[in-house]
């Protein structure tokens, strides 16, 4: 059975989502090693993020989004010590 055009576009994002992920990992680990503080690489990450997501989506689609990520992160799915069962 073949994969069909939404299984590959499936696909694709999440390869593109695996190697932004790598990017940021990359940013975040070169500005520890500049000294920088972990809390201000984080502040500044999301509110880039937030930026970026206003300007393609609008306050509405960010907001969206932020209740999303607010949903997601109390149902433990960020949480450095969440085990997969």
């Given amino acids: 059975m073949e994969p069909s055009l939404n299984d590959i576009d499936d696909m694709i994002v999440h390869e593109k989502r695996q190697a932004a992920l790598e990017y940021q990992n990359e940013a975040w680990a070169d500005g520890m090693a500049d000294g920088i503080e972990p809390e201000i690489i984080a502040d ?34 960020f949480s450095p010590n969440r085990t997969l069962q």
Avoid: P
Avoid at 59 to 77: I, N
């Fill in 44 to 77: 500044a990450a999301i509110a880039h993020a937030i930026r970026e997501t206003i300007r393609i989506h609008g306050e509405q689609g960010a907001e969206v989004l932020l209740e999303s990520l607010r949903e997601r992160m109390l149902a433990g799915e």
